[in-house]
């Protein structure tokens, strides 16, 4: 059977940009806290709109949530 395990060094691959992993980071980070302000925001804003109100107070609800969790998480 042949062999394919690596036989050099593992420093001689590509050089790493990591001026490009930190920005992916960064937007990973940014899209999971504010997508999970999102969904957060809107299973509160659809509970509430089921069990105390109506479609148009929910939506005003669900608007001022993400207002205040986003000048919370910025």
């Known amino acids: 059977m042949a062999d394919h395990s ?3 060094p593992v ?11 930190d920005r992916t980071y ?6 999971a806290k504010y997508g ?3 969904c957060g925001a809107l299973l509160i804003a659809m509970a509430f709109g ?6 148009f107070s929910a939506t005003i609800l669900f608007v001022l949530i ?6 919370i998480l910025r």
């Open 11 to 21: 420093e001689l691959g590509a050089k790493m940009d990591y001026a490009e992993h």
């Open 50 to 55: 089921f069990f105390a109100a109506g479609f």
């Open 36 to 38: 999970s302000l999102f």
């Open 6 to 8: 690596p036989t050099g």
């Open 26 to 31: 960064a937007g990973f980070l940014a899209l």
């Open 66 to 71: 993400l207002a205040v969790g986003a000048f």
